[in-house]
Protein backbone atom coordinates (compact mmCIF):
# COMPACT_ATOMS: atom_id res chain seq x y z
CA UNK A 1 0.00 0.00 0.00
CA UNK A 2 1.13 4.18 0.09
CA UNK A 3 1.15 6.17 2.52
CA UNK A 4 1.07 10.02 1.71
CA UNK A 5 0.85 12.79 4.06
CA UNK A 6 1.09 16.54 2.89
CA UNK A 7 -0.16 19.90 5.28
CA UNK A 8 -3.33 20.34 5.59
CA UNK A 9 -3.77 24.07 4.99
CA UNK A 10 -1.33 27.00 4.41
CA UNK A 11 -1.31 30.49 3.86
CA UNK A 12 1.17 32.58 2.05
CA UNK A 13 1.05 36.40 1.12
CA UNK A 14 0.79 37.68 -2.85
CA UNK A 15 3.84 37.88 -4.38
CA UNK A 16 5.66 35.34 -2.42
CA UNK A 17 6.83 31.92 -2.63
CA UNK A 18 5.41 28.94 -0.76
CA UNK A 19 6.68 25.39 -0.51
CA UNK A 20 4.24 22.43 -0.66
CA UNK A 21 5.83 19.60 1.46
CA UNK A 22 4.29 15.84 0.59
CA UNK A 23 6.22 12.46 2.08
CA UNK A 24 5.55 9.23 0.77
CA UNK A 25 5.86 5.43 1.69
CA UNK A 26 5.19 3.32 -1.78
CA UNK A 27 6.76 -0.28 -2.45
CA UNK A 28 6.75 -0.12 -6.39
CA UNK A 29 7.11 3.34 -6.79
CA UNK A 30 6.84 4.92 -10.45
CA UNK A 31 6.44 8.57 -10.25
CA UNK A 32 4.68 11.51 -8.06
CA UNK A 33 2.09 14.04 -9.63
CA UNK A 34 1.39 17.26 -8.61
CA UNK A 35 -2.19 18.09 -9.44
CA UNK A 36 -4.24 21.72 -8.78
CA UNK A 37 -7.66 21.89 -7.48
CA UNK A 38 -9.97 24.66 -7.42
CA UNK A 39 -12.85 24.58 -5.21
CA UNK A 40 -15.66 22.50 -7.16
CA UNK A 41 -13.51 21.94 -10.03
CA UNK A 42 -11.27 18.61 -10.85
CA UNK A 43 -8.02 18.74 -10.66
CA UNK A 44 -5.75 19.43 -13.28
CA UNK A 45 -2.06 18.14 -13.89
CA UNK A 46 0.57 20.46 -12.43
CA UNK A 47 3.81 18.52 -13.06
CA UNK A 48 6.06 14.71 -12.89
CA UNK A 49 8.71 13.79 -11.19
CA UNK A 50 10.57 10.33 -11.41
CA UNK A 51 13.86 11.13 -11.45
CA UNK A 52 15.82 12.81 -8.44
CA UNK A 53 15.47 16.23 -9.24
CA UNK A 54 13.74 19.92 -9.65
CA UNK A 55 11.45 20.35 -12.68
CA UNK A 56 10.81 23.59 -13.81
CA UNK A 57 7.58 24.73 -15.11
CA UNK A 58 6.86 28.54 -15.02
CA UNK A 59 6.13 29.64 -11.91
CA UNK A 60 6.07 26.41 -10.64
CA UNK A 61 8.59 24.38 -9.75
CA UNK A 62 8.45 20.16 -8.47
CA UNK A 63 11.31 18.21 -6.41
CA UNK A 64 12.00 14.85 -5.74
CA UNK A 65 14.14 12.88 -3.72
CA UNK A 66 13.37 8.97 -4.23
CA UNK A 67 15.56 8.03 -1.08
CA UNK A 68 14.07 10.16 1.08
CA UNK A 69 10.33 9.68 0.06
CA UNK A 70 10.12 13.20 -0.54
CA UNK A 71 8.78 15.86 -2.70
CA UNK A 72 7.61 19.77 -2.90
CA UNK A 73 6.01 22.15 -4.78
CA UNK A 74 7.13 25.25 -5.39
CA UNK A 75 5.04 28.50 -6.47
CA UNK A 76 6.58 31.68 -7.22
CA UNK A 77 5.17 35.43 -7.66
CA UNK A 78 2.22 33.83 -6.28
CA UNK A 79 -1.66 35.41 -7.24
CA UNK A 80 -4.79 35.42 -5.94
CA UNK A 81 -5.90 32.83 -8.16
CA UNK A 82 -3.22 30.10 -7.01
CA UNK A 83 -6.06 29.81 -4.18
CA UNK A 84 -6.75 26.19 -4.29
CA UNK A 85 -5.95 22.51 -3.14
CA UNK A 86 -2.49 20.98 -4.19
CA UNK A 87 -2.98 17.61 -4.32
CA UNK A 88 0.27 14.83 -4.30
CA UNK A 89 0.11 11.79 -6.18
CA UNK A 90 2.06 8.74 -6.38
CA UNK A 91 2.70 6.09 -8.51
CA UNK A 92 3.40 2.59 -8.40
CA UNK A 93 3.23 -0.78 -10.44
CA UNK A 94 0.55 -3.15 -9.48
CA UNK A 95 1.67 -6.51 -7.98
CA UNK A 96 0.68 -9.30 -9.77
CA UNK A 97 -0.51 -7.02 -12.35
CA UNK A 98 1.28 -7.79 -15.57
CA UNK A 99 2.97 -4.09 -14.78
CA UNK A 100 -0.36 -1.83 -14.21
CA UNK A 101 0.18 1.52 -12.64
CA UNK A 102 -2.27 2.62 -9.64
CA UNK A 103 -2.16 6.52 -8.61
CA UNK A 104 -2.76 7.16 -5.15
CA UNK A 105 -3.77 10.85 -3.98
CA UNK A 106 -3.03 12.42 -0.92
CA UNK A 107 -5.48 14.73 1.14
CA UNK A 108 -4.45 17.74 -0.52
CA UNK A 109 -2.89 20.90 0.65
CA UNK A 110 -5.20 23.76 0.85
CA UNK A 111 -3.35 26.95 0.04
CA UNK A 112 -4.82 30.25 0.64
CA UNK A 113 -3.42 33.72 -1.10
CA UNK A 114 -4.02 36.75 0.67
CA UNK A 115 -3.55 40.21 -0.58
CA UNK B 1 -9.59 17.32 -28.05
CA UNK B 2 -12.61 17.15 -26.11
CA UNK B 3 -11.76 16.33 -22.59
CA UNK B 4 -13.54 13.48 -20.21
CA UNK B 5 -17.36 13.77 -20.09
CA UNK B 6 -20.06 13.07 -17.35
CA UNK B 7 -23.25 13.24 -16.37
CA UNK B 8 -24.74 14.31 -15.10
CA UNK B 9 -23.61 17.62 -12.85
CA UNK B 10 -25.75 16.65 -10.00
CA UNK B 11 -27.51 14.08 -8.22
CA UNK B 12 -29.24 14.58 -4.91
CA UNK B 13 -31.09 11.10 -3.79
CA UNK B 14 -32.81 9.55 -0.58
CA UNK B 15 -30.66 6.52 1.07
CA UNK B 16 -31.75 3.18 -0.66
CA UNK B 17 -32.18 4.71 -3.77
CA UNK B 18 -30.12 3.41 -6.65
CA UNK B 19 -27.87 5.96 -8.64
CA UNK B 20 -25.91 5.78 -11.90
CA UNK B 21 -23.07 7.95 -13.36
CA UNK B 22 -21.37 7.91 -17.16
CA UNK B 23 -18.49 8.70 -18.37
CA UNK B 24 -16.90 9.44 -21.67
CA UNK B 25 -13.40 9.45 -21.84
CA UNK B 26 -10.95 11.09 -23.93
CA UNK B 27 -11.69 9.19 -27.77
CA UNK B 28 -8.32 6.68 -27.78
CA UNK B 29 -7.43 6.32 -24.37
CA UNK B 30 -7.32 3.24 -22.61
CA UNK B 31 -7.39 3.57 -19.08
CA UNK B 32 -10.62 4.77 -17.52
CA UNK B 33 -10.41 5.90 -13.54
CA UNK B 34 -13.77 6.19 -11.20
CA UNK B 35 -12.55 8.62 -8.45
CA UNK B 36 -14.65 9.13 -5.06
CA UNK B 37 -13.85 12.55 -3.40
CA UNK B 38 -15.18 13.68 -0.27
CA UNK B 39 -15.41 17.14 0.91
CA UNK B 40 -11.82 18.28 1.76
CA UNK B 41 -10.17 15.01 0.95
CA UNK B 42 -8.17 13.98 -1.89
CA UNK B 43 -9.89 11.66 -4.59
CA UNK B 44 -9.65 7.93 -3.77
CA UNK B 45 -9.89 5.30 -6.21
CA UNK B 46 -12.70 3.36 -7.04
CA UNK B 47 -11.84 1.18 -10.19
CA UNK B 48 -9.51 1.32 -12.90
CA UNK B 49 -10.02 -0.35 -16.19
CA UNK B 50 -7.58 -1.16 -18.78
CA UNK B 51 -9.87 -0.91 -22.20
CA UNK B 52 -12.49 -3.58 -20.73
CA UNK B 53 -11.03 -4.92 -18.47
CA UNK B 54 -10.80 -4.51 -14.70
CA UNK B 55 -7.48 -3.75 -13.08
CA UNK B 56 -8.23 -2.82 -9.98
CA UNK B 57 -11.66 -2.54 -7.81
CA UNK B 58 -9.81 -3.10 -4.54
CA UNK B 59 -11.39 0.17 -2.67
CA UNK B 60 -15.02 -0.68 -4.53
CA UNK B 61 -17.45 -1.27 -2.24
CA UNK B 62 -18.77 -4.33 -4.31
CA UNK B 63 -22.02 -4.97 -1.80
CA UNK B 64 -23.52 -1.77 -3.66
CA UNK B 65 -21.07 -0.08 -6.17
CA UNK B 66 -21.02 -1.55 -9.57
CA UNK B 67 -19.19 -0.28 -12.65
CA UNK B 68 -18.65 -1.20 -15.79
CA UNK B 69 -16.95 -0.22 -19.05
CA UNK B 70 -18.46 -2.41 -21.76
CA UNK B 71 -17.03 -1.59 -25.05
CA UNK B 72 -14.03 -0.17 -23.82
CA UNK B 73 -14.90 3.61 -24.37
CA UNK B 74 -17.52 4.82 -21.91
CA UNK B 75 -18.64 3.92 -18.43
CA UNK B 76 -21.28 3.81 -16.03
CA UNK B 77 -20.71 3.86 -12.02
CA UNK B 78 -23.98 2.34 -10.38
CA UNK B 79 -24.56 2.91 -6.39
CA UNK B 80 -27.62 0.59 -4.85
CA UNK B 81 -28.81 1.05 -2.41
CA UNK B 82 -26.91 4.69 -1.38
CA UNK B 83 -26.02 5.24 1.62
CA UNK B 84 -25.32 8.79 3.24
CA UNK B 85 -21.79 8.49 3.12
CA UNK B 86 -21.61 7.90 -0.40
CA UNK B 87 -22.20 12.33 -0.39
CA UNK B 88 -19.60 13.00 -2.45
CA UNK B 89 -17.97 14.08 -5.95
CA UNK B 90 -17.52 10.82 -8.04
CA UNK B 91 -14.34 12.19 -10.85
CA UNK B 92 -13.68 9.93 -13.65
CA UNK B 93 -10.43 10.43 -15.13
CA UNK B 94 -8.73 8.73 -18.33
CA UNK B 95 -5.15 8.39 -19.48
CA UNK B 96 -3.73 7.45 -22.89
CA UNK B 97 -2.32 3.98 -22.25
CA UNK B 98 -0.43 1.56 -19.86
CA UNK B 99 3.06 2.09 -21.00
CA UNK B 100 6.12 2.20 -18.36
CA UNK B 101 8.61 2.96 -21.35
CA UNK B 102 6.33 6.03 -21.26
CA UNK B 103 6.58 7.66 -18.22
CA UNK B 104 4.25 10.95 -18.22
CA UNK B 105 0.89 9.00 -18.85
CA UNK B 106 -1.13 12.04 -17.37
CA UNK B 107 -4.57 11.56 -16.08
CA UNK B 108 -7.10 13.44 -17.61
CA UNK B 109 -10.58 14.31 -15.11
CA UNK B 110 -13.56 15.00 -15.84
CA UNK B 111 -15.72 17.85 -13.98
CA UNK B 112 -17.05 15.37 -11.68
CA UNK B 113 -21.04 14.09 -10.64
CA UNK B 114 -21.46 15.50 -7.17
CA UNK B 115 -23.79 13.50 -4.94
CA UNK B 116 -26.05 14.32 -2.15
CA UNK B 117 -27.65 11.20 -0.22
CA UNK B 118 -30.15 12.63 2.23
Redesign the interface.
Known amino acids: GQNIDQPTEMTATEGAIVQINCTYQTSGFNGLFWYQQHAGEAPTFLSYNVLDGLEEKGRFSSFLSRSKGYSYLLLKELQMKDSASYLCAVRDVLMNSGGYQKVTFGTGTKLQVIP | EAGVAQSPRYKIIEKRQSVAFWCNPISGHATL?W?QQIL??????LI?F?NNGV??DSQLPKDRFSAERLKGVDSTLKIQPAKLEDSAVY?CASSPQ?N?AK??????????TRLTVL
Do not use: A, E, I
Open positions: YYGQGPKLQQVDLRLSTDTQYFGPG
